[in-house]
């Protein structure tokens, strides 16, 4: 398979424990620990990939020793941006635009990834490709989120593609993390620009934004019955397979 680059820009933050500042998540430790072991795993993820990544990490006013900690887990080679409060989401699409790539990752702290996850996830745009042989472009969010099962409202038909051993069905919803095509931003860039700047004063802002994007079908939202990457939110978003990955990095 030809290598394809793939421009990744982190949000981080650990001086709120969420949007709200309150809840409480199913892993017991600090925001920072969250950030700093999920970054462990991206990182993991980053380096088994067989393509080219651009990192750039977008921080929200996080501690020096948190700042710190984030460099020696990265090392050299990826761009540091301090973004201000509440203002990742701005710098990571000013950032993303820019980019000469032919896929884009945008990714909260919070995100758990398996070692093969950019890999997977790319193998798998690829393969669908190939397999539909259509105009249409394709994209993934790595999470199986149990929203989108708790109920009959929640629920919308899917078309399930098996590849190799694993299931992976149709979506239409998103949180801010997904790996999309880089043409997002030319034939969406209005939708782009409007998460990214609503994003400060409401949080779910995605059904007003990306999930448009997705719902139109140009770009295909697809999503793994097995997840790749696990969201450490509140127990609502809690799924099996997540502490063993946590045990190893932490």
Same mark, same amino acid.
């Given at each position: 398979m030809?290598?394809?680059?793939?421009?990744?820009?982190?949000?981080t933050?650990?001086?709120?424990? %969420?949007?709200?500042?309150?809840? $409480?998540?199913?892993?017991?430790?600090?925001?920072?620990?969250?950030?700093?072991?999920?970054?462990?795993?991206?990182?993991?993820?980053?380096?088994?990939?067989?393509?080219?990544?651009?990192?750039?990490?977008?921080?929200?006013?996080?501690?020096?020793?948190?700042?710190?900690?984030?460099?020696?887990?990265?090392?050299?080679?990826?761009?540091?941006?301090?973004?201000?409060?509440?203002?990742?989401?701005? $710098?990571?699409?000013?950032?993303?635009?820019?980019?000469?790539?032919?896929?884009?990752?945008?990714?909260?702290?919070?995100?758990?990834?398996?070692?093969?996850?950019?890999?997977?996830?790319?193998?798998?745009?690829?393969?669908?490709? %190939?397999?539909?042989n259509?105009?249409?472009?394709?994209?993934?969010?790595?999470?199986?989120?149990?929203?989108?099962?708790?109920?009959?409202?929640?629920?919308?038909?899917?078309?399930?593609?098996?590849?190799?051993?694993?299931?992976?069905? %149709?979506?239409?919803?998103?949180?801010?993390?997904?790996l999309?095509?880089?043409?997002?931003?030319?034939?969406y860039?209005?939708?782009?620009?409007?998460?990214?700047?609503?994003?400060?004063?409401?949080?779910?802002?995605?059904?007003?934004?990306?999930?448009?994007?997705?719902?139109?079908?140009?770009?295909?939202?697809?999503t793994?019955?097995?997840?790749?990457?696990?969201?450490?939110?509140?127990?609502?978003?809690?799924?099996?397979?997540?502490?063993?990955?946590?045990?190893?990095?932490?």
């Amino acid at each position: 398979m030809q290598r394809k680059i793939i421009a990744i820009a982190l949000r981080t933050c650990d001086s709120s424990f %969420s949007f709200w500042d309150e809840g $409480t998540r199913f892993v017991d430790a600090s925001k920072s620990e969250i950030t700093l072991t999920c970054l462990k795993s991206l990182k993991a993820a980053i380096d088994k990939c067989n393509h080219d990544v651009r990192l750039s990490v977008h921080d929200d006013t996080s501690s020096q020793e948190t700042i710190d900690q984030i460099h020696n887990i990265l090392g050299p080679g990826f761009e540091f941006i301090n973004s201000g409060k509440r203002n990742n989401f701005v $710098t990571q699409y000013d950032w993303l635009k820019k980019q000469e790539c032919d896929y884009i990752y945008m990714v909260e702290d919070d995100y758990l990834h398996k070692e093969n996850s950019l890999n997977e996830m790319i193998d798998f745009i690829q393969y669908m490709k %190939s397999f539909v042989n259509d105009d249409h472009e394709y994209a993934v969010f790595p999470f199986n989120n149990p929203h989108r099962y708790v109920s009959v409202q929640s629920i919308y038909p899917s078309i399930i593609i098996k590849k190799d051993c694993e299931y992976w069905r %149709s979506s239409f919803h998103s949180t801010h993390t997904f790996l999309a095509p880089r043409l997002i931003f030319d034939v969406y860039d209005n939708i782009m620009q409007k998460q990214a700047y609503e994003w400060a004063f409401n949080a779910s802002v995605e059904d007003k934004t990306i999930n448009n994007v997705w719902q139109e079908q140009y770009i295909r939202l697809m999503t793994p019955l097995n997840s790749l990457v696990y969201h450490l939110a509140d127990s609502s978003q809690e799924v099996e397979g997540w502490k063993e990955i946590w045990d190893y990095y932490k």
